[in-house]
Structure formats: C-alpha cells, structure tokens
C-alpha cells in the first residue's frame, strides 16, 4: 500500500505539472488582458505601456520562463485585477468550496444509499417509481431556475431563510439545497442500478442460503459490491463541486473558488485561474487517490496497477 | 442503443430464451411496462420535432412581435402556436421549443455518445491492461477532471465560434472521465471474477474476454450513466449559456431559452417554465426508457416485466 | 426575517454590541452591488464600481460636477481661476484632516497629483482623464495651488472633479488597500470574499451626515439583488434589471447618463457609403422597443451624450422609423454598384446593458425585415473589447458593434475625441474636417465651446454617421422604504451616503 501511494504520488505530481502547462498555453490562446483591464479610451501607448509592465508583450515561451522559476520559488504570481498574490486569493475562496462540497456530497451519499437501497429491494415497485421520477425531475432541473425560484419563494415570500451571503448557518441552506438535487438524482440511479445486479448475484443468493437475515444482506453483502460506482460517480460529482459550483456559488454571492474562477477566465487573470487549478486539481487527485483506496478496502481482489 | 434491443446481451451463466423475433419480443416487453412505454411514445415525438421542428416552424419561432411580448400561456386568442405563451420579443414559446429541439438533442446526444466510446475504450485499456499505459489513461482523466470545463469553453468558444459543433466538442471531453473510471473500476472487478478468470484459463484472447465477458456487465452501467448524463449535458449547456460562454442568440436550445428566460421568473414564469419541462421530460423519459432497457435485456431480470412485475422470485423463496 | 430571525438576531445583536457604538444599528445601511471590489485605491475611483464606494465618501474630490446640469462647484477647493491659457489656481478648503491624522493642504493635493501621474503604480484616473497631460502644481502657500497644464486644459476644474484626494501617507509604489480621504465616512474593514464596511468619520469637516455605518455586499444576479432589499437584508440596491422593478414603492427609475448605439465599420463596404448607413437608422423603430425590451423612460437619442452635458445639441432629431426610406437609399446605393447585399454583422456584448440580447434579435429582426443581410452574434466582454478598440483587425467584416458609453462629467470633451477624432481609440471615422473642429472644440471656452460641439454632434449625426444611436437609457434602483434616497444621474459612479435620510 505504501509502494502504492508512493508511486501514485509521482505521477499524479508529472500529471499536475503536465495540467499547468497546459492551463499556462491554452488560457494565453483566449488573448490578453490589457484591453478588458484599461479604459476603453486608453491610447495605444497607454495600451503597449501595459503590456510591456505585465510581460505580455514577450514572447510566449519566455513569459512561460519566467512563470516556472517562479513557481521553483512557490511564487503563483500577482493577480492583475486584484493586485495581490493570486494563491492568497484562491487559498481565501478555496475553504468555502471544500466545505460546500462536502457537506452536500455527505448529505447526497447518505440519502442516496438509503433510499436507493429500499428502492432496490422492489424495483417497480410504488417507492422505486417515486423515488425514481421525482429525483430524476429534480435533477433535470436547471440549476439557476431552482435557486431564484427558491429564493422568491423561501426567502421573499415566506421569509424563512436569508436570500444570499453567508454569515450564519441559515445562509448555507439554500445553497446546499440546490446542490444536493441535482448529484442526489444521479447517485440514487446508480445505488438503485447498482443493487439490483448485486441483489441478484449469486453470491447474494449464497449468503441467503447460508441464512443470513435479509436486512443484513441487503447492507452488507449487496451494498459493499455496488459500492464501487458509487463511489466513482460521487467521485465525478464532489470534483463537479470543487472545481464548479459557479452558478450556485454566482447567484448566492458565495465567496468560493467557482464564482473566483469565472471572474478570472472572464478578466484572463492568468496568475489567478492557474492557481485556482493547480489547487482544486491537488483536491481531486487527493479524492482521486482515496477512492482507489477505497476501491481496494471494499474489493480486496483488486491489484493496484 | 436500438442495436443492444434487438440483440439481448448476454451474461454468461443464464441460457437466452428462444426469440423467435427480436423486434417483436422488444415489443411486448415495452407493452408490459406502461410508464416505458410512454417514455417511448415522448422520445419518439422529440425526435420527430428534432428532424421536421425547424423546416416546420423556423419561421413563427424566429417571427418577433413586440405586441404580444410576454404573452401569457393557454390564451388561445391568438392562436394554437400561443398555448404557451410568448417570449420577451412575443415569439411563440411553443415554436421555439419545437425548433430548438433539434439543437439541444443533437448537442446532447453527440457529447454523450462520443464521451461513452472515447471514455469506454480507454477505461477498457487502463482496467484490462493496466500497467504505465493504464496509469497514464488515469492521469489523463484526472487532468480533464481537474481541467475547470469553464476554462475549456472559453478557450474552444473563444479560439473557433461559439457554434453547436465546438459546444459538442467542449461537452464530451469535459464528460469522458465518468465513463472512464466507471468502466476502468467495473474491469478491475469483473477482470477478477470466476467466469473471467475461467475463460482465461481456458486460452480465451483479451478482445474475446473483453467483447464476450466484461463489456456486456459495463455497457448497461454505462447506459445508465449515459442517460443521466444526458440531463446533465443539458443543463451544462444551460448553465454556459446563463455565465455567457456557451451557445448565443440567434441559435436556439432549451438550456439557453431557461437561461434567457430566467431574468422574467417573478413576472412571466412561463419563459423559463415551459423549455425547462421540455428538458426534464426528455430525461425522465430517457431514464424510464433506459431503465427498461436495463430489465428487458438482463435475463434474470426481465421476468419482472414478462409477468408484470409482481413477482418476487428471489425473496418468495426465502 | 421569521423563523431563522432568533438565531440570526441574535448574532447580528452581538455583533453589533461588540463592533459598533449603541445605536448603529438603525443608522446603519447595507447597499447591495452588482460586482465587488478587487482594488480600493483611490486614484483608481473613475472605475464605476470603486467610485459608488469611494468617491465622496471615504476620498473627496477638489471640485464636484453636478449631474444634472454639468455646473462645477467647490468641494475640497474653494474656488480657482484661471491665472493663463495653461495655468489654474486652486484655493483649497482649510481646517481639513484625513482620517489618519494627517492635515489637507496643498503638498497633501501636490502629493496626490504626482502619484496618479507618476509611474511606479497604474492608475485608471491617469488613463481616463490625463493620458498625454503633464500636470505641474506648485505649491504657491499652504492652501493655494497652481496647477500648470501640457497641452492647456480649458476644463482643468471639471477635470479635478473626477480625481480623489487621499492622504499624504498613501504609498506612492503600490497600490493602497486602506483607503484614507478626508471624506464623511472612514474605510473600516474590507473583507475581499464579503463586504466592505464604512463607518461615519466623527471629525468630518462638514454636516455629519445621518448614515453612521454603511455596510457593501455584492451579488451578480439582479433578481437576488432585489429579492435582499425586498426581503430587508439590504437597503439599497443601486440598480436592478428593469423587469425586476415592480414595486413602485421600492423601485425608482432614473436616467443613468448612459447611452446606447451600434457602432458601424465605416471604412468596410457596404457600410462605406454613407446612404447604406442612414438606411441602417432608418430601419429601427425605437418607439417599438420602448416600453417592451427598452423599459419606459428611455428617450431616443440624436446624441452620444445625455441633455445635461456640455455640448449636448437640443436640435437635432433622432433618424425616423422610416423603411420605405431606407429602401430608396439602399436601391439608390445599389445601383451606384455599392455591395448592398453583403452580409453585415451585428455583434452584441453579452450583459452590456439589461436585455442586451433581446435587443440585438429585436433589431436583426428589423434589418432583416429592412431587407439587410444581416446576421447576429454574441461576444462576451474579452471579445468585444478586441472587437471595440483599435487597431482594429485589417479584414474585419462589415460590423455593426452594439456598445454603450457613458459621460457623466460634464463635459462633451470626455466624448467627441475618443469616438470621433480619427486618432480616437474607439474612433470609426476618418475625417480631417471633422478632427480639426474637435481639436479646435477642445480648446475653446464658454459659450464657444458649447456651440463648437454641439456643431460637432450636428455634423456627426447627419452627415457623417458612423453610428445607429438607440436610447439615452434609464437604470433601476430599489430602495427600502425607511429611507429616504433618490437615485440620480450620478448614480452609476457615485452614491454619496451624506445624501441618504431615514424615514421617522
């Protein structure tokens, strides 16, 4: 397990690299950022003077040299918008993602396993079908659509929640609501999927034969197998979280890495979207590594490779 | 997805039924299952509408007519093509969505399905072969996966046009790691189990492993997520277009209509409203159908529908 | 405010007993942005989103340009005159300290100036108001200043209304992030990610305004905007979309010195003759759009800046909706082999202004009905301003740029020369005639001045049309009702808290 990790750490590390050189080229191909950051009116000079001070007047490989001797000396580089470091900035928004991610993605997989599972028990039955139409409704709904029509109504109208902002613990209900709906519907499919092919496996028949109680097949032998696409599609969804719960994170004006990282691409503030990545990308390849292991602790057959 | 209808896959340790014709079989296996058959009958009106929606109506759902902006739903004053209302330049709503279907299910469907092949094969390479090869495909996928699909939109929308192709093209690859781990993760088990290893033994080659053994248990698993995934695609267009990255007026989908429309939710519901329903009835039906599909091919499921879903077998016994 | 209000007031009530002096809280305010602060310095307050917050209260400016009628009056001068074609005096205002201590004079202005001009930080008042002027100000006594011009500035008062003065401890390398001015209200805490909080400065050398603390937020969607102030989270929303004003006890509308266009590429054919273009105006019903994508209230405009700027010409008439007109004009050009046929782009900036879609497909719809070969597309802001700033590209298509300027400065000088003098950075035209009287404009004074660009704005509109204008626009504002505040032109750049009363 050791060797395991070890070794998943070095390339994970080439893969990260290899990531921020690819966001250094492909952001610089959407042009700079002078004519966005200077009045409309600026004059030429004024134009040149810019780039010339920010080093996009340089070619491409050169600002590329400069960009990786800094990042040897863990500088991410100044936000031009902000002007202030641009890892300050992302380390500041980056705390409030991570818990909005998973706090939904820990409600979603309690939910979803539970009631998927009893859902599983009697496929075609009454609360499969329910359980089924509603959650695939919720989920096909626009994201944006339910958080204002939430807000009119929860907020405006009842007034039982604050609208926006964050602050106390009432300001994260909408916005976890919101989030949940949608991973919620996908996950409780694959539960549902996924336990009805382990319900009618033969080792499930075995255990029933060897007269195990019901329930405890059902919770332990059937939900350990079906575990394992869980756990990638949850996987999927949480990276879906960190690296873009924009709209959410847009309409309730919370401060997290999505909203920052819009703004960013919108303003190519390049010191700031490549630290954005290169921190959500650690998270996940960190999320990554650990479903692996989990992979492994659920299913002891599976080797490494 | 026709294809895998008309010829069951199998699993390996259940004897197929005689059929003696496939379509037909299909048939009355969709006949059992009413909600399914619904799905079908909408499915198939969608598709009529993506084929023959823009010759049909192109012209009333381009027609702007600043009177009847905002024009409520169920009047049907001004006429049939009005039954939902009108949009802020008072263009039908109902026309629009027929039109835009033909956007909106082609950019869905493509994304999807070239995101499935390309995800499939790679996860079948990386589960089976493993290796440096198999590291390196996982890496790839946590680079997309880290690779914010805002950034890539961007780049691709802002390097070639904001066109339906280059949407498609930012869509799949944002899309391909689902399929890839999934897949990857379903080998890694089923490359263990007994049948496989059995058939290995027995000096099967890989691709006879692969195409008789482990691509029948992935593809469902596979179809499952790729009809969720569908709604998603949807919405993921739906959101581009409500940040202003994805696809722009004059081109039409359902996601930028809700998009559009979501400026008018306290005063006209119905703009946001209607393309909405249409993107959720299409998933829903997409997943019923799906989740049919799943039942009807499985041989130690598809009991439920041939006697109604009443009967069940493995908990009777018990 | 129901069932979380106990756990909620409760700890908006403690913090309140910790942080502020008894009874702040109802002399408090929350105004809700549409974007937030990513720099609060304050040479920089000509931004719209940094002056709302800045200018005129936390940083005050020398003088103070009325928006409604574009009059100068004294602020932290008291008065000045000119003294030669390129000298001003300015007597400032004595008995003045910023908020950390320090005393307002003439070094503190001097101090000011030269950082805003020199070259160690960017600032956006320079690139705006003072690219290509040297300012040289000497300090004549403590609260006397002359400020000498290269090139002359016949406006120089109007212009020291557009720049803050902040205090001499400001660091003249980088870029402050604590704002101190002399202004009614102290920079108090700014926390990037949530809000900036301003409290009343009690040494204010002015009336002490009603407001005590002013709490900024920010959020990007116009509904949850209005859905605060509405709900009482917030108590001012500066604008709103007009779709979401619908309570007229909350919601105010008022013009906003913003004016709406499409820009047309003059050099390219077909758009190289100029009857092609007045066909173009002529093929837009601006009344249809008033009242449906345009909300009531915005006027049709025959100029580029709004009635209550300098040079603003009353008598020319917007071009009529007039299609049997445009007809005549396009076969006339059609016939003289001008490519009338050829497709023309109309690209519109996504958000530029509320409805902005709807109103590019409103007006593709008239083109095309015009019998244009028009097309639409979409650009976000990147991409317009590529679009929209010189050098432009050499095989750029015939274009019709949807854009928006806005000039609440008084003067017409902040216009005519970057939209109409050929060297202009967002210029279409090229016509030596009309660079000579722009220049010549520029330099005049008075009376002369005010006919020279009304002239200008005459001869851009009718004879050299390198524009299809729209509206002089209006903007939303909702206002809670235990306030008393109404929203002026100046509304988009500035929103001056000493004007803000509470309701008994």
């Known amino acids: ?305 | 997805m026709t294809g895998a209808t008309t010829r069951p896959l199998a699993a390996p340790d259940a004897a197929l039924p005689p059929v003696v014709n496939p379509w037909l079989a299909a048939l009355r296996l969709l006949l059992a299952d009413k909600l399914a058959l619904v799905a079908a009958g909408f499915l198939l009106l969608m598709a009529l509408c993506a084929i023959f929606g823009p010759a049909l109506l192109g012209q009333p759902a381009n027609a702007m007519n600043l009177r009847m902006r905002n024009a409520p739903p169920f009047d049907l004053e001004n006429g049939w093509l009005f039954i939902l209302g009108a949009d802020a330049l008072g263009r039908s709503i109902l026309a629009r969505i027929v039109v835009a279907s033909q956007n909106t299910l082609s950019v869905a469907a493509a994304s999807v399905a070239s995101a499935m092949v390309v995800g499939c094969l790679l996860g079948l390479i990386a589960g089976y072969l493993g290796g440096w090869l198999g590291g390196l495909i996982m890496r790839l996928a946590d680079v997309i996966m880290s690779f914010p699909s805002l950034l890539l939109a961007v780049i691709v929308l802002y390097m070639l046009e904001p066109r339906v192709a280059n949407l498609v093209l930012v869509l799949a690859i944002t899309r391909i790691p689902i399929y890839l781990r999934t897949t990857r993760a379903e080998v890694l088990e089923i490359r263990e189990r007994m049948f496989v290893q059995a058939a290995r033994v027995m000096g099967a080659s890989s691709p006879r492993i692969i195409v008789r053994h482990i691509l029948p248990i992935v593809v469902p698993t596979l179809i499952t997520i790729g009809t969720l995934d569908f709604a998603f695609v949807m919405l993921a267009e739906s959101a581009l277009s409500f940040l202003g990255i994805g696809i722009q007026p004059p081109e039409i989908t359902w996601g930028l209509m809700v998009a559009q429309g979501r400026g008018y939710l306290s005063q006209a519901w119905w703009l946001a409203f209607w393309p909405g329903v249409a993107i959720i009835l299409t998933t829903m039906s997409l997943n019923l159908l799906s989740a049919w599909l799943r039942t009807a091919t499985d041989p130690m499921q598809r009991w439920r529908l041939e006697q109604g879903g009443r009967r069940p077998e493995w908990r009777s016994g018990g | 405010m129901r069932s979380y209000a106990s756990a909620a007031a409760l700890s908006v009530l403690a913090a309140a007993l910790l942080a502020a002096p008894a009874g702040a809280q109802d002399r408090a305010v929350t105004i809700v942005l549409p974007e937030g602060l990513d720099i609060v310095d304050p040479c920089h307050v000509s931004r719209s989103n940094i002056g709302r917050v800045l200018k005129q209260n936390v940083v005050e400016t020398l003088t103070e340009i009325d928006p409604e009628d574009g009059s100068i009056t004294p602020r932290l001068a008291t008065g000045w005159e000119q003294l030669d074609d390129d000298t001003w005096r300015f007597q400032l205002r004595e008995g003045v300290k910023f908020h950390d201590g320090a005393d307002f004079n003439a070094e503190a202005v001097k101090f000011n100036i030269e950082r805003m001009l020199g070259d160690a930080i960017y600032c956006e008042d320079k690139a705006k108001f003072f690219a290509g002027t040297d300012l040289e100000v000497e300090v004549t006594d403590d609260h006397t200043i002359d400020v000498t011009a290269t090139p002359p500035q016949p406006i120089l008062p109007t212009l020291f209304g557009t720049i803050a003065i902040g205090s001499p401890n400001l660091p003249t390398d980088e870029l402050t992030r604590e704002p101190v001015g002399t202004g009614p209200y102290v920079f108090a805490e700014w926390r990037p990610d949530r809000d900036i909080v301003l409290e009343r400065f009690e040494d204010y050398w002015g009336e002490p305004p009603a407001v005590e603390q002013a709490t900024y937020v920010w959020r990007e969607e116009s509904a949850v905007r209005a859905a605060m102030v509405a709900a009482g989270e917030a108590d001012i929303s500066p604008t709103i979309a007009a779709q979401d004003a619908t309570d007229p006890e909350m919601d105010f509308s008022y013009f906003n010195s913003e004016t709406s266009r499409l820009r047309i590429s003059m050099d390219v054919p077909p758009l190289d003759d100029v009857r092609v273009r007045k066909a173009v105006n002529h093929l837009i019903d601006r009344e249809a759009m008033i009242g449906t994508i345009f909300p009531e209230g915005v006027v049709p405009a025959a100029n580029l800046v709004v009635p209550s700027i300098n040079g603003h010409n009353p008598d020319i008439e917007p071009y009529s909706y007039d299609p049997a007109k445009a007809k005549e004009l396009l076969d006339a050009a059609r016939a003289d082999g001008v490519p009338v046929d050829e497709e023309i782009r109309l690209i519109g900036r996504l958000e530029v202004y509320p409805n902005a879609t709807e109103s590019m497909e409103a007006i593709l719809a008239m083109l095309l009905e015009g019998g244009i070969n028009a097309s639409l597309e979409m650009v976000e802001v990147a991409q317009w301003t590529d679009l929209a700033t010189k050098p432009y590209a050499e095989d750029r298509p015939p274009t019709l740029l949807q854009s928006m300027h806005d000039n609440n400065n008084g003067d017409a000088v902040f216009t005519v020369y970057y939209k109409y003098h050929s060297e202009g950075a967002q210029s279409d035209t090229d016509d030596p005639e009309l660079d000579r009287k722009i220049i010549e404009a520029g330099a005049a004074t008075g009376e002369e001045r005010t006919k020279m660009f009304q002239e200008i704005f005459r001869i851009v509109h009718d004879d050299v049309v390198p524009q299809v204008l729209l509206y002089h626009m209006v903007g939303f504002s909702r206002v809670h009702p235990r306030l008393d505040f109404t929203p002026t032109l100046a509304t988009n750049s500035e929103l001056q808290l000493s004007q803000i009363s509470f309701k008994e």
């Open chain 1, 1 to 305: 397990m050791g060797n395991f990790i070890g070794k998943r750490s070095l390339s994970s590390a080439i893969a990260l690299a290899g990531l921020v050189i690819l966001v250094f080229f492909l952001a610089r191909l959407t042009g700079d950022p002078t004519n966005l950051y200077l009045p409309l009116d600026a004059s030429l000079e004024a134009r040149a003077d810019f780039r010339e001070r920010h080093g996009f007047a340089d070619p491409l490989i050169e600002q590329f040299g400069r960009f990786v001797v800094d990042v040897l000396h863990l500088d991410f580089g100044e936000s031009i918008r902000k002007a202030r470091p641009a890892l300050e900035v992302v380390l500041e928004a980056f705390p409030w993602t991570l818990r909005l991610a998973a706090l939904t993605m820990a409600i979603v997989l309690v939910l979803a396993i539970l009631i998927g599972s009893i859902a599983a028990y009697r496929p075609g039955g009454v609360f499969d079908r329910l359980s089924s139409i509603i959650s695939l409704a919720g989920a096909s709904a626009p994201d944006f659509w339910v958080a204002i029509v939430g807000i009119l109504v929860l907020s405006v109208s009842l007034g039982w929640l604050p609208t926006s902002g964050v602050g106390t613990p009432w300001h994260w209900v909408l916005p976890v609501g919101v989030l949940i709906i949608r991973p919620f519907g996908l996950i409780l499919q694959v539960v549902r999927g996924a336990m009805i092919t382990a319900l009618s496996s033969a080792y499930v028949k075995t255990a029933r034969a060897k007269g195990v109680r019901q329930r405890a097949i059902i919770f332990v032998h059937a939900l350990r197998n079906a575990m394992l696409p869980v756990i990638t599609v949850a996987g999927d969804q949480a990276a879906g979280i960190l690296n873009g719960a924009v709209v959410v994170e847009t309409i309730f004006g919370f401060p997290g890495i999505g909203k920052l990282m819009i703004d960013s691409i919108l303003q190519r503030d390049f010191a700031v979207i490549q630290a954005a990545i290169l921190v959500t990308a650690i998270a996940i390849f960190l999320m990554n590594l650990l479903i692996d292991i989990a992979y492994a602790m659920l299913d002891p057959r599976i080797r490494h490779g």
